[in-house]
């Protein structure tokens, strides 16, 4: 008796600033990859800037099937935490109406749930001052 095997299914995490994006996708040679291996692409949104919606388009043209994480920007605490629940659903909004002026489409939403980013910038300048 033979297995068929199948093929795994590979998901990629970007969590670039919007002009390295742009750069990562310029001349389409990661998409053709992406497209060759069937990945999906989870893509972390902290600005909804017109140039990471141009790319989300890219990337929608080709056929890559892609996850929107909905983020702050790095100063307003990046994350999504238990702590920020009323604000993380109104960057929820923000984001659904980005989504939808720039005509975008997501495979699915994910939320990254974690302590703000200060407490990682913290523990990376001293690790002895967490303990």
């Known amino acids: 008796m033979t297995e068929e095997l ?9 969590e670039l600033d919007a002009a390295r994006l742009t750069e990562l996708f310029a001349d389409g040679s990661v998409i053709d ?9 989870m893509i972390m949104v ?13 990337l929608n043209q080709a056929g890559i099937p892609l996850v929107g994480i909905p983020l702050f920007p790095v100063e307003e605490g990046y994350y999504l935490t238990v702590d920020n629940a009323p604000r993380a ?3 929820y909004q923000q984001w659904k109406q980005w989504t939808a002026e720039h ?9 990254d749930l974690e ?3 200060q407490f990682y910038l913290q523990l990376m300048a001293n690790p002895w001052g967490v303990v």
């Open 6 to 14: 199948t093929r795994p299914s590979l998901t990629l995490v970007c």
């Open 115 to 117: 302590p703000e980013a």
């Open 103 to 111: 005509g975008l489409v997501w495979e699915q939403v994910g939320l």
């Open 33 to 41: 990859e992406l497209q060759a291996l069937g990945a999906r692409v």
């Open 46 to 58: 902290s600005d909804f800037s017109v140039e990471r919606a141009q790319v989300v388009r890219q």
């Open 89 to 91: 659903a109104h960057r």
